[in-house]
């Protein structure tokens, strides 16, 4: 289990995480919602241990280091790969840093999503490099699988095969937090949502339990975030001058 | 068990740059530099020290040999000859050349996983020392190496100097001050 305790992050006079409590347990995938800037990106590079941080994160109640940092892996859209090195490359990088490689699911997933195992990734379409961060992050056999907006640029069929093939992939135990704008799309696959505004986590709810109630993951995020539906019509009409927007 | 070492050597080799950077091609380049300074700068000393005991013992000296060393007799009493201080004067000041070339290579090797963000999956394996091994051995072997040719190269103008020179015209204080050898 991950736990977060009183965790804040501010940069020069921005706060991006402000005291934020949480527990990941294992085989949990999590949907990480917010919008631009609320934090999402920082939380999990603090968790991941790429920015540094005030305040306490555990991992099976022992700090974060070196030592248990493989059982941790990230993916992000910013891409953390080597440009020069080709995918096989990067496989081989792996194999050497992380003992937990899972050669099998790197083949299947090189294989199911047809991508070029010789060249370079700075080649690769965006959609490929995508695919290709996602693919390492999984395959390092780490049992907390981070991914920051993984599918950004990627068309909606792609994205759909995606989540359908980690849904059949993953081990009870593996645990994701994805964090993405696409609400809808992954509210099918997300057992967890967790909601974070201006570095606060503002709602975190089973989504079986809101389907339950007959609710969406859409509605409770639009409830929480106390969207408001007129919103639109009344700038409309501020901005024409007309009433019935 | 051999292939298991030469895998080992192999792959302790790949570890020393960033990946797809050769560090031989480096290590060649940054001996190649430090080494063409450090042997024209030999010569114009090694010249500069021979002219300079040659010249005192041309004014000080009156029996001399062919070659004009000293071989009994003086003299102008009581002349000496310059400090080694100030005859070896900005020796060493190719080093700070060199060393800024060294400190250039690993910005470079740094800024390959700081401009791709793969400094995010550096941060992420468990070698702690993995990034910074593969950024600074190749500038630390070259500073290294310059350090030797210099202590070297220091060293024997220093024989050359009390070699030729009789321990009578040895100025008293013969410390080397080593801020004047990087100092032109």
Not at chain 2, 39 to 66: G, H
Request: some cysteine; overall charge neutral; hydrophobic content about 40%.
């Amino acid at each position: 289990m991950i736990e977060l305790f009183h965790v804040s992050k501010v940069y020069r006079d921005t706060v991006a995480l402000a005291n934020v409590d949480l527990k990941i347990n294992p085989g949990e995938i999590i949907g990480l919602f917010g919008e631009n800037g609320a934090g999402k990106t920082t939380l999990m590079k603090s968790i991941v241990g790429i920015v540094p941080y005030q305040g306490t994160i555990l991992l099976d109640s022992d700090p974060i280091t070196r030592k248990n940092i493989g059982r941790i892996s990230f993916g992000t859209c910013e891409h953390s790969f080597f440009g020069d090195l080709t995918a096989d490359e990067h496989a081989q990088f792996y194999r050497e840093h992380f003992d937990t490689f899972d050669e099998k699911r790197y083949n299947g997933l090189m294989d199911f999503f047809e991508l070029p195992r010789n060249r370079k990734l700075k080649r690769m379409s965006t959609g490929q490099q995508n695919q290709m961060e996602v693919i390492l992050a999984l395959s390092q056999g780490a049992d907390y699988v981070f991914l920051d907006e993984p599918f950004a640029g990627n068309d909606i069929f792609n994205r759909e095969d995606f989540y359908k093939v980690l849904l059949g992939i993953l081990r009870p135990d593996e645990t994701i937090m994805l964090s993405t704008h696409l609400i809808e799309e992954v509210s099918g696959f997300v057992g967890r949502a967790v909601l974070i505004h201006k570095g606060k986590i503002i709602g975190d709810c089973d989504v079986a339990a809101l389907e339950e109630n007959g609710e969406s993951l859409t509605d409770y995020v639009k409830e929480i975030y106390g969207y408001q539906p007129d919103r639109v019509g009344k700038a409309l009409a501020d901005i024409t001058g007309e009433k019935d927007i | 068990m051999r292939n298991k070492r030469e895998k080992a050597q192999r792959r302790l080799f790949s570890q020393i740059a960033p990946p797809k950077e050769n560090p031989w091609v480096m290590l060649l380049l940054g001996q190649i530099f430090t080494l063409g300074l450090s042997v024209v700068t030999f010569y114009s000393y090694k010249n500069r020290l021979l002219t300079q005991l040659y010249r005192f013992f041309d004014q000080n000296v009156v029996f001399t040999n062919k070659l004009g060393y000293p071989v009994g007799g003086i003299i102008h009493g009581g002349r000496q000859i310059e400090k080694l201080n100030t005859l070896l004067q900005g020796i060493l000041w190719w080093m700070i050349i060199a060393v800024t070339v060294f400190i250039v290579y690993a910005v470079y090797y740094y800024r390959v996983y700081y401009q791709s963000h793969a400094v995010y999956l550096m941060k992420r394996v468990p070698d702690r020392f993995e990034m910074h091994r593969r950024c600074l051995t190749v500038p630390i072997i070259l500073t290294v190496e310059a350090i030797i040719i210099a202590v070297i190269l220091v060293l024997y103008c220093k024989y050359l100097y009390y070699r030729y020179t009789p321990e009578m015209y040895l100025p008293a204080n013969g410390t080397i001050n080593l801020w004047r050898l990087f100092t032109l």
